[in-house]
């Protein structure tokens, strides 16, 4: 499925065109509709949820609660926005706002959606299993599954702006001078190779070698040796050392002289075989992601302690809200206790 041509549910093009996703993201085209239809659809999922969720007590808490779950999300993106933006830019990020946003509303709307599609199983055990502490463990495990799936997504679409560069500071432009770029290497001539034994010396002008005799002995091989000896002039070429080739250094033979069954190294200095891998570091962008996520965990679940309640106590009357005491994760420990 292509970018052009979006599904009505903008969820399945998430789920099936991730790649189109991150692409459209990258090229920043239309992203302001896009944005819309996440925005839209992670409200309307929320909203189901949390009526799921203050079903527990009253119909009236359903519906606060269906307020409130979409206000949760929405003001800790809010909070935590910002934050996330100026990492970037302090770290030599080129993401726009709206990149950002859409990145992160990717991972609300992957959260909403599959935290919705949890609820049928949220009311099955409302409605055989009604108590109070099981169901308000069930729901925040759900929740919390729900924003760890959707949080991969986000790490996953700051991966691929990474492979395009986006995380990382733009480059400086070098010239280099006009001299390097059009400089031809200088040409090496080949060296004489010493006649074989036997061979006379007026034989050396006729094959275009020098008659004086070199000022010192060159090794030659035995193969080099028996091509001189018919009038060849290749010079067999040295063998390449095991440190450049990565191979064990092995016999080089002049053209036509190969035994049958020699296999020679096919890996050379400076072939891409040879070639090390750059190391690659994660950018600090990278890092500071996971913190950042870390910074909205808290944001949110603090936030959602201070909306609270969202299932309502049935020993409680009915309350928009509630007194700021204690704190989220000791009302989780205590609920754990009291099971």
């Given at each position: 499925?292509?970018?052009?041509?979006?599904?009505?549910?903008v969820i399945?093009r998430?789920?099936?065109?991730?790649?189109g996703?991150?692409?459209?993201?990258?090229?920043?085209?239309?992203?302001?509709?896009?944005?819309g239809?996440?925005l839209a659809s992670?409200?309307?999922?929320l909203?189901?949820?949390?009526?799921?969720?203050?079903?527990?007590?009253?119909?009236?808490m359903?519906?606060?609660?269906?307020?409130k779950?979409?206000?949760?999300?929405?003001?800790?993106?809010?909070?935590?926005l910002p934050?996330?933006y100026?990492?970037?830019?302090?770290?030599?990020a080129?993401?726009?706002?709206?990149?950002?946003?859409?990145?992160?509303?990717?991972?609300?709307?992957?959260?909403?959606?599959?935290?919705?599609?949890?609820?049928?199983?949220?009311?099955?055990?409302l409605?055989?299993?009604p108590?109070?502490g099981?169901?308000?463990?069930?729901?925040?495990?759900?929740?919390?599954?729900?924003?760890?799936?959707?949080?991969?997504?986000?790490?996953?679409?700051?991966?691929?702006?990474?492979?395009?560069?986006?995380?990382?500071?733009?480059?400086?432009?070098t010239?280099?001078?006009?001299?390097?770029?059009?400089q031809?290497?200088?040409?090496?001539?080949?060296a004489?190779v010493?006649p074989?034994t036997g061979?006379?010396?007026?034989d050396?002008?006729a094959?275009?070698?020098?008659?004086?005799?070199?000022a010192?002995?060159?090794?030659v091989?035995?193969?080099?040796?028996v091509a001189?000896?018919?009038?060849a002039?290749?010079?067999?070429?040295?063998?390449?050392p095991?440190?450049w080739?990565?191979?064990?250094a092995?016999?080089?033979?002049?053209?036509?002289?190969?035994?049958?069954?020699?296999?020679?190294?096919?890996?050379q200095?400076g072939?891409p075989?040879?070639r090390?891998?750059e190391?690659?570091?994660?950018?600090?962008?990278?890092?500071?992601?996971?913190?950042?996520?870390l910074l909205?965990?808290f944001?949110?679940?603090?936030?959602?302690?201070?909306?609270?309640?969202?299932?309502?106590?049935?020993?409680?009357?009915?309350?928009?809200?509630?007194?700021?005491?204690?704190?989220f994760?000791?009302?989780i420990?205590?609920?754990i206790?009291?099971?």
């Amino acid at each position: 499925m292509s970018g052009d041509r979006p599904s009505p549910l903008v969820i399945e093009r998430i789920l099936r065109d991730r790649q189109g996703i991150w692409q459209q993201i990258v090229a920043e085209g239309d992203l302001n509709a896009l944005t819309g239809r996440m925005l839209a659809s992670s409200a309307i999922a929320l909203a189901c949820y949390g009526a799921v969720l203050g079903a527990f007590h009253s119909p009236l808490m359903a519906l606060t609660s269906a307020l409130k779950l979409p206000l949760l999300f929405l003001v800790t993106l809010a909070i935590c926005l910002p934050t996330l933006y100026l990492f970037n830019l302090v770290f030599g990020a080129r993401l726009s706002v709206r990149q950002s946003l859409a990145l992160v509303m990717v991972a609300i709307t992957v959260t909403s959606m599959l935290a919705v599609a949890f609820a049928p199983i949220s009311l099955f055990f409302l409605i055989t299993a009604p108590d109070y502490g099981f169901f308000k463990l069930l729901n925040v495990a759900i929740l919390t599954l729900s924003a760890l799936v959707g949080l991969r997504f986000l790490t996953g679409g700051m991966q691929v702006l990474n492979d395009h560069g986006l995380l990382a500071p733009e480059p400086a432009t070098t010239k280099a001078p006009a001299q390097a770029a059009t400089q031809a290497p200088a040409a090496v001539a080949p060296a004489a190779v010493a006649p074989a034994t036997g061979s006379t010396p007026a034989d050396a002008p006729a094959a275009g070698l020098s008659a004086e005799p070199a000022a010192e002995p060159v090794a030659v091989p035995a193969g080099a040796a028996v091509a001189a000896a018919n009038g060849a002039t290749t010079v067999a070429p040295a063998p390449v050392p095991a440190q450049w080739t990565g191979q064990p250094a092995t016999t080089a033979f002049p053209p036509g002289m190969m035994p049958s069954g020699y296999a020679p190294a096919q890996r050379q200095w400076g072939s891409p075989q040879m070639r090390r891998p750059e190391p690659t570091q994660r950018p600090a962008s990278m890092t500071l992601l996971y913190i950042w996520i870390l910074l909205f965990g808290f944001v949110g679940t603090q936030l959602a302690w201070t909306l609270r309640p969202f299932f309502g106590d049935p020993g409680q009357d009915f309350a928009f809200f509630r007194s700021i005491d204690g704190n989220f994760y000791a009302e989780i420990l205590r609920t754990i206790a009291n099971l």
